[in-house]
């Protein structure tokens, strides 16, 4: 255990790097990094590590554990990816080594699946590749009982992770893999999918104090607007052609609930015509509902004093800003940044809502928690046990 210290807000933190020799004290700070379509990501900093550390802690499985109380904790399961050393002369050794400062690069467990491939998948819908892609990696899986079929399937020169992403991706859905789970969600759905919520506070919502207690905002910088760096954030018409022949269209306008529903739709003045190739009407909806997913007008980053418990896919509510973006946001990725003396959590949120009106709930399968990581007798990161949740959307 690393970087307990006195201060109000310092959290435990647990890292453990199997099989190798670690001098835990010589860790400067931590980074975890977790984002929507992307592998978890850890950055350990050492100050004199070791020479021969360099390439013996390459593979070496990590495992990281950030808690702020026995509630709130945050986990990292990964591996050693690569280690940039400095090797500086004039800064002469440091712990008796030349190596003054290195970070060390930490994958999480989805890494396993970025061998690239060439595979058909044939009258497939998504349940089923998440399935198939789990159970040949151990992991376990949550995933919306979206039976839509797609005929085939090209794998070409892509891995495992990148198919994964994609097929969802163009249904609407976003992707994570905490540790080794795999975790499919609808962001229109996050309400009432019950991932950990938490409440960013602006300096106004202590009268002034500037305490620093956990969700405390200390910066806030984003963009507003119709075009913002998301695109066009919520109109377009598809148009295409169907089996038979015939000219088809649909506007993501028409279905007055194809939003977030975290408060009132913020609407969009133009709209984008797309012509996609598509088989039928609801393939066309399809791509225009997952279009839609991925644009929002309203983006803002948030560095706050340490939260351990939000993830991708999960809410967080601004709150005292005394302003219409006052309300509930879709959390895109979160970043851990912690010393022997600070703990800081940077925060990617969006909306295409203003708190104009209560939140919009949908009934939906709450997320269940998943299985412990462990390792395996090859050392490697599996479920503790197989979990198979297809839940409804």
């Known amino acids: 255990m690393i970087f307990k210290s006195n201060f109000p807000t310092s959290p435990d933190v647990d890292i453990i790097?199997?099989?190798?020799?670690?001098?835990?004290?010589?860790?400067?700070?931590?980074?975890?990094?977790?984002?929507?379509?992307?592998?978890?990501?850890?950055?350990?900093?050492?100050?004199?590590?070791?020479?021969?550390?360099?390439?013996?802690?390459?593979?070496?499985?990590?495992?990281?554990?950030?808690s702020t109380s026995p509630a709130r904790t945050s986990s990292f399961n990964g591996y050693v990816t690569y280690v940039e050393p400095e090797l500086i002369t004039r800064r002469g050794l440091i712990n008796n080594s030349p190596v003054q400062r290195a970070k060390v690069v930490c994958f999480g467990a989805s890494i396993e699946m970025?061998?690239?491939?060439?595979?058909?998948?044939?009258?497939?819908?998504?349940?089923?590749?998440?399935?198939?892609?789990?159970?040949?990696?151990?992991?376990?899986?949550?995933?919306?009982?979206?039976?839509?079929?797609?005929d085939r399937v090209l794998q070409n020169d892509k891995s495992n992770w990148e198919i994964l992403v994609e097929t969802c991706n163009s249904l609407g859905y976003f992707v994570t893999a905490n540790g080794t789970h795999i975790h499919i969600y609808d962001?229109?759905?996050?309400?009432?999918?019950?991932?950990?919520?938490?409440?960013?506070?602006?300096?106004?919502?202590?009268?002034?104090?500037?305490?620093?207690?956990?969700g405390r905002i200390l910066e806030l910088t984003g963009t507003f607007g119709e075009y913002t760096p998301n695109g066009?954030?919520?109109?377009?018409?598809?148009?295409?052609i169907d089996n038979s022949g015939n000219l088809i269209s649909t506007e993501t306008l028409d279905d007055v609930e194809d939003f977030s529903g975290l408060g009132q739709r913020v609407d969009s003045k133009h709209i984008d015509t797309v012509t996609k190739d598509v088989t039928s009407l609801e393939m066309l909806?399809?791509?225009?509902?997952?279009?839609?997913?991925?644009?929002y007008p309203y983006n803002v980053s948030v560095s706050t004093i340490g939260l351990a418990e939000p993830m991708p896919g999960s809410v967080a509510k601004l709150d005292e800003y005394d302003s219409y973006f006052d309300g509930y946001w879709l959390v895109r990725s979160v970043k851990h940044m912690v010393t022997r003396s600070?703990?800081?959590?940077?925060?990617?949120?969006?909306?295409?809502?203003?708190?104009?009106?209560?939140?919009?709930i949908r009934p939906v399968g709450a997320f269940k928690q998943p299985p412990t990581s462990v390792l395996n007798n090859k050392n490697t990161w599996v479920a503790e046990y197989a979990m198979e949740d297809i839940y409804a959307r």
Do not use: C
């Not at 962001?187 to 956990?214: D, H, M």
């Open 342 to 360: 600070n703990y800081v959590t940077k925060l990617s949120l969006s909306s295409d809502s203003t708190n104009g009106s209560l939140p919009l």
């Open 17 to 66: 790097i199997s099989d190798v020799s670690v001098d835990y004290t010589s860790i400067e700070s931590v980074e975890v990094d977790f984002e929507e379509n992307a592998h978890d990501m850890a950055v350990l900093t050492f100050v004199g590590l070791p020479a021969k550390a360099v390439t013996d802690y390459i593979n070496a499985p990590v495992s990281i554990t950030i």
């Open 114 to 150: 970025v061998e690239k491939k060439s595979k058909i998948w044939e009258n497939i819908s998504m349940p089923q590749l998440v399935k198939k892609i789990a159970n040949q990696y151990e992991m376990s899986y949550s995933v919306p009982d979206d039976y839509f079929v797609w």
């Open 187 to 214: 962001p229109y759905k996050v309400l009432s999918r019950q991932l950990p919520y938490v409440e960013l506070t602006s300096v106004r919502g202590s009268k002034g104090s500037v305490s620093t207690i956990p």
């Open 285 to 295: 909806k399809r791509f225009a509902g997952a279009a839609l997913r991925k644009r």
């Open 232 to 240: 066009n954030s919520s109109a377009f018409k598809y148009v295409g």
